[in-house]
C-alpha cells in the first residue's frame, strides 16, 4: 500500500509515523466499508463532510481501513477517547496523537454582542479569513469554543429580532382577495333522509383548507421568482450524540443539520442542543443569516458521538431555550432526534412528569396563553424507545417519524422543515353548533386533535392549533337526526353550523397576529316520504376509512403489546378487507390506497416477535402519528422521487408521504433529493 499524505509542513515525525504503519496494516476481517468516503474518487471527510482535497495544503489522514479524514478530525476525534474507525467501527492499535497542525493567523476576536440589550457576552463575531480546510478545529479560537462551552443559568441570550419589514429574500405574496383566509366545507353522508327515519349516527364531514403561500413575481428582472411568503420560525433542534451516534449515523445527522440550517431564511433562529448522558446548548438561539449559518454550522461540526442516552434532560433543556428567550417570533417548534433508548431509568408512563409543561400540556385547550410547544420526533435505526418518541409527539402535538433507512434522514428533516417554515393558521378552533333544536352531537371524530361535546350535545369545539399552507383538515360529526312529520310542512332538515376561529401569524415584530373568523353555510338534508337507495359520499366514505384504518391500528398495536401477534394480523388483515370493499376503493382513491398498502405493511411486520421488535412498533406508530394527525412522517419506507410529480401516489413506499403533502412539503423534499444528487453521498 502507498503510505498516506501529510501535505502539513508542522507535522511532527510521530504523527508521521503512526499514520504509516496504520495505514500498511490490511482491513480486519469482516470489517471492510463500503462506504464512499473513501471510495470514491472524490472524497469527504467522513467527520466534518467537506471535501478532501489532495495536495490542496491539507493534512490527510488515511487509516488501515482504507478511510480516509482531515488530520485535525481524525486527531480531534481520537482526543475524546475515540480509538476506532468512525465510519466502519474497526479497532485502531494506534492512533495519531492530537499535535493539530499551526491555525491560519486570525484577526482578535470583536467582543461585540449581537444586540445591545445581550446580557451574556459568551458569543463573538469573528472577521475569519477563508479556512484551509472546513474542519471544526480549523482555528485555533479558544475563546469561541470556550464560548461553546459556557452555558448560562437562564437562556434569555437570543438574538433581537429587528425584522420591521421583509427582507427581498422573503418577499412575502399572499394570494388573491377571496383566497387569503381559511376554506370551510361540509358534507353530509347522504343527501336525503327519509320522513320517518332517526339515526343516530348521521355523518357529517368538515373540511378545511388553510390558505396558500403563493411565489412574488414584482421582480422583473430576476430569473427566478422569490421565495414564498411565510413568517419566521423560532426552531429548537434537540439531536442524540450518545455512542450509539459514532460513524456514519453521526456524519448523516451533521449531512441533515447542514441542510436545515442552509434552507432557514435570515429571520429565521436555530438553537442546537446535543444530549447523551447530559445536555448542553451547543448553539444559542439566533437568526440564520450568513454569520449565523456560518457558526451554526461550526458548531454543528463540533458534536462527537460519546456517553449514554438521556432524553429528557435533552428535552427539557430544548424546551427552556423557548421559554426563557426575551423575543418571541409567531411560530415555534422542537425538533427532537434520538437513536436509542432512555437508559437513565425513566419510563414512558412517567415521562411527562419529567419534562415541562410547555410540552405536556399542549393537548386542550386551557384557556390560558401558556407557551405551548409542538415536538416533532425522528426516531432513527431499530434500536430508539419508539413509544417513547410516540408518546412526546402525541403530548405536544407533534408527529413521530421511523427512520429506518438512515439515508433518508435528510429527507425526512426536509419534509418537517417544509411544514414548519409555511404556518399560516395558529391556534385554529373549530366550533360546532346544531341548529335545529331537535339536533344533538353524539360523537365527534377527530383523530389526535383533542374536542369537547357539552353534556346536551348542542355544541362542540375541536381544537386544531396550528395548520401549513393549503393543508388540509377532515374531521367527523355524528349527530342525531330526529323524524318529521308525513304531513308536515318541512321539507329539509338543518343540521350543523360550523364557525372557525383562529389567528394569522405576524410576519413582522411590528403587527401583531390577525383574529379571523370563518363561518359555514348551514348543513342541511333533505327529507322526502321515500328517500331510497342513496350512495354514500365519496369524501364522507374516504374519512371513515381513515379512522377505521386507524383504530385497527390502535388495536392491532394493544395486540401485539400482549404478545398475541396473530391476533394483531387478523385485526389488520380484516380492515383491509373492509376497505377493499368501499365505494372510495372501488373509486382508486389515493388516500384509501395509502390505507390498504400500509396495512398490508403492518401485516408483514408483525408476523412474528423480532420483525414486530425490530420495526413493527415503529412504523405501526408513524402511520398511526400520519393519520390521526393528517400529516406527512416518515414511516419506514424509502423516499419516492416519483411520488412528488406525479397527480396519483402510487400503492407502495410512497404514497403514505404522499398523502398529506403540501406544495410546500414537496418542494423542501425535492431540494432536499436534488442536493443529495448534485454533492453525493456523504
Not at 145 to 151: G, H, I, S
Not at 489 to 516: F, G, H, I, Q, W
Not at 622 to 651: I, N
Amino acid at each position: 500500500m502507498a503510505s498516506p499524505t501529510m501535505n502539513n509542513n508542522n507535522n511532527n515525525n510521530k504523527n508521521q509515523e503512526v499514520v504509516e504503519r496504520e495505514r500498511s496494516r490490511s482491513p480486519p476481517s469482516g470489517r471492510t466499508s463500503t462506504s464512499t468516503c473513501s471510495n470514491s474518487s472524490k472524497q469527504k471527510c467522513c467527520i466534518c463532510l467537506s471535501w478532501i482535497e489532495q495536495g490542496a495544503g491539507q493534512a490527510i489522514f488515511t487509516a488501515g481501513c482504507s478511510h480516509t479524514f482531515h488530520f485535525p478530525c481524525i486527531a480531534s476525534n481520537v482526543s475524546h477517547g475515540n480509538q476506532t474507525c468512525p465510519v466502519c467501527r474497526a479497532q485502531w492499535s494506534e492512533v495519531p496523537a492530537n499535535r493539530l497542525p499551526s491555525p491560519p493567523r486570525v484577526p482578535p476576536p470583536i467582543n461585540r454582542p449581537w444586540h445591545h440589550h445581550h446580557r451574556h457576552q459568551n458569543y463573538f463575531t469573528y472577521r475569519r479569513p477563508p479556512p484551509l480546510y472546513a474542519t471544526p478545529y480549523g482555528y485555533d479560537d479558544q475563546d469561541f469554543q470556550q464560548a461553546l462551552l459556557d452555558e448560562p443559568h437562564v437562556f434569555d441570550d437570543d438574538e433581537s429580532l429587528d425584522h420591521h419589514h421583509q427582507s427581498p429574500e422573503e418577499n412575502y405574496s399572499k394570494n388573491q382577495p377571496g383566497e387569503t383566509i381559511l376554506k370551510v366545507k361540509t358534507f353530509p353522508e347522504v343527501a336525503a333522509v327519509s320522513r320517518s327515519s332517526s339515526p343516530d349516527n348521521f355523518t357529517v364531514l368538515i373540511n378545511l383548507r388553510a390558505p396558500s403561500l403563493t411565489t412574488s413575481t414584482d421582480h422583473q428582472d430576476s430569473k427566478e421568482s422569490s421565495p414564498s411568503s411565510r413568517v419566521p420560525i423560532d426552531l429548537v433542534t434537540v439531536v442524540d450524540v450518545s455512542g450509539s451516534m459514532e460513524g456514519a449515523n453521526l456524519a448523516l445527522l451533521k449531512q441533515a443539520m447542514e441542510f436545515l440550517i442552509q434552507n432557514l431564511g435570515p429571520n429565521d433562529r436555530l438553537s442546537v442542543i446535543a444530549f447523551s448522558h447530559t445536555a448542553r446548548r451547543v448553539f444559542p438561539l439566533r437568526k440564520m443569516n450568513e454569520s449565523g449559518r456560518e457558526q451554526a454550522l461550526e458548531s454543528v461540526n463540533l458534536l462527537v458521538a460519546d456517553g449514554g442516552t438521556n432524553i429528557a434532560l435533552g428535552l427539557s433543556k430544548g424546551a427552556k431555550v423557548l421559554e426563557d428567550r426575551r423575543y418571541k417570533n409567531s411560530v415555534a417548534s422542537i425538533i427532537l432526534l434520538s437513536d436509542g433508548q432512555d437508559n437513565y431509568g425513566f419510563s414512558t408512563a412517567n415521562y411527562p412528569s419529567l419534562l415541562p409543561q410547555s410540552i405536556t400540556n399542549n393537548n386542550g385547550n386551557d384557556g390560558s396563553n401558556n407557551l405551548k410547544i409542538p415536538v416533532h420526533t425522528f426516531g432513527f435505526g431499530e434500536n430508539h424507545d419508539a413509544s417513547l418518541m410516540h408518546s412526546i409527539a402525541e403530548m405536544s402535538r407533534g408527529t413521530f417519524s421511523f427512520i429506518q433507512d438512515r439515508a433518508v434522514i435528510q429527507d425526512a428533516f426536509a419534509q418537517c422543515i417544509g411544514g414548519l417554515l409555511s404556518v399560516v393558521v395558529k391556534e385554529l378552533q373549530v366550533n360546532i353548533q346544531c341548529v335545529d333544536p331537535r339536533v344533538s352531537i353524539t360523537c365527534l371524530k377527530s383523530g389526535s386533535y383533542p374536542n369537547q361535546v357539552t353534556p346536551d350535545g348542542r355544541m362542540g369545539n375541536i381544537d386544531v392549533g396550528y395548520l401549513y399552507a393549503d393543508e388540509e383538515k377532515d374531521f367527523l360529526v355524528l349527530v342525531k337526526v330526529p323524524t318529521e312529520e308525513i304531513s308536515g310542512p318541512a321539507e329539509e332538515t338543518a343540521l350543523l353550523k360550523v364557525r372557525c376561529v383562529y389567528n394569522e401569524p405576524a410576519a413582522s415584530t411590528s403587527s401583531a397576529d390577525k383574529l379571523v373568523t370563518v363561518m359555514s353555510e348551514e348543513v342541511k338534508i333533505r327529507r322526502p316520504e321515500v328517500a331510497g337507495n342513496q350512495e354514500v359520499c365519496v369524501e364522507v366514505d374516504r374519512q371513515q376509512n381513515r379512522i377505521q384504518a386507524t383504530e385497527a391500528m390502535a388495536l392491532a398495536r394493544e395486540a401485539a403489546e400482549r404478545g398475541d401477534l396473530s391476533g394483531a394480523a387478523s385485526i389488520l388483515e380484516n380492515c383491509q378487507k373492509k376497505l377493499s370493499e368501499s365505494s372510495s376503493a372501488k373509486s382508486h382513491d389515493i388516500l384509501c390506497q395509502v390505507l390498504e398498502a400500509e396495512l398490508k405493511e403492518m401485516r408483514k411486520r408483525v408476523a412474528n416477535r423480532n420483525s414486530y421488535e425490530a420495526t413493527g412498533r415503529a412504523y405501526m406508530l408513524s402511520a398511526m402519528s400520519s393519520q390521526s394527525r393528517q400529516r406527512p412522517v416518515a414511516s419506514g419506507l424509502s423516499f419516492d422521487a416519483g411520488a412528488f410529480s406525479g397527480s396519483a401516489a402510487p400503492c407502495g413506499s410512497a404514497a403514505a408521504y404522499h398523502a398529506y403533502q403540501t406544495p410546500t412539503i414537496t418542494g423542501m423534499v425535492a431540494r432536499s433529493r436534488a442536493r443529495n444528487s448534485s454533492k453525493g453521498p456523504y
